[in-house]
């Protein structure tokens, strides 16, 4: 079973939307828990937790943080994390159908693999229509993976935990000690909203960053990176 890492710091409008699609989008036969935390935000993404926290079809938790840190986070969540597989999403992320499925699959024809990141962006775009039978999803190493994905929690048992430099660390972590690492290939449909150039989650995002909520990322303006949040922008989901 895989139990699911959902961290969220302000962000509200962002929250919404990637809380609804994980709500409707997961493979909750696969899930023996959802862990929430919320790491001390202010503008009404706790109180949005606490209502929506139900929805959840499976055992859950709201805990409550300032750690200011997503890698602080992660520590603290490891210290109580049992299952042997544990994925991590944060409240800007947009998780398509059967991503949970998808990723465990890689897995488990990978046993090697100990990271296994899913941002859009990092491979090759899948085709605009699914081949009969559907996509073939495997693994490409990479020097690094982001902070979203599936995870062994024996990657991090085994090693020592990771070194929190602010809302920094997993990058240096994984360079110093190795874990086997990389991306699904091609990429799944997960776009993240401080990436996306169209309104209102540009403006939003400018939002946050004056805030001090996010960092300025450069957007996804490739030709074809609108196929990547489409289906959840427009409504229009893919099988």
Not at 53 to 61: A, H, I, N, S
Not at 132 to 150: A, D, M, N, T, V
Not at 181 to 199: H, K, N, S, Y
Not at 202 to 219: E, H, I, K
Request: proline fraction near 8%.
């Amino acid at each position: 079973m895989i139990e699911i890492l959902y961290v969220a710091w302000n962000r509200l409008e962002f929250t919404g939307l990637s809380w609804e699609l994980m709500i409707r989008n997961t493979n909750w036969d696969l899930v023996s828990k959802l862990t929430v935390y919320d790491d001390g935000s202010t503008d009404g993404t706790l109180e949005f937790l606490r209502d929506h926290l139900d929805e959840c079809p499976v055992e859950r938790e709201l805990r409550i943080s300032d750690l200011r840190s997503p890698v602080a986070v992660m520590n603290h969540f490891l210290a109580t994390e049992r299952d042997e597989l544990f994925a991590k999403v944060d409240n800007d992320i947009l998780l398509p159908p059967h991503w949970l499925s998808n990723l465990a699959r890689v897995m488990r024809d990978n046993p090697e693999v100990e990271l296994l990141g899913c941002e859009s962006g990092q491979t090759q775009p899948p085709p605009r229509r699914s081949p009969r039978g559907g996509i073939k999803y495997g693994f490409e190493p990479s020097s690094h993976i982001g902070g979203i994905g599936l995870m062994r929690t024996s990657a991090f048992t085994t090693r020592p935990a990771l070194a929190v430099r602010g809302r920094f660390g997993f990058t240096e972590w994984q360079n110093r000690y190795l874990p086997v690492r990389g991306w699904v290939t091609p990429d799944l449909l997960v776009p993240q909203l401080d990436r996306v150039p169209v309104e209102p989650w540009a403006s939003l995002s400018q939002s946050y960053v004056d805030a001090g909520w996010q960092r300025d990322w450069p957007t996804m303006l490739r030709p074809w990176a609108d196929i990547y949040w489409d289906w959840a922008i427009d409504g229009t989901e893919e099988e």
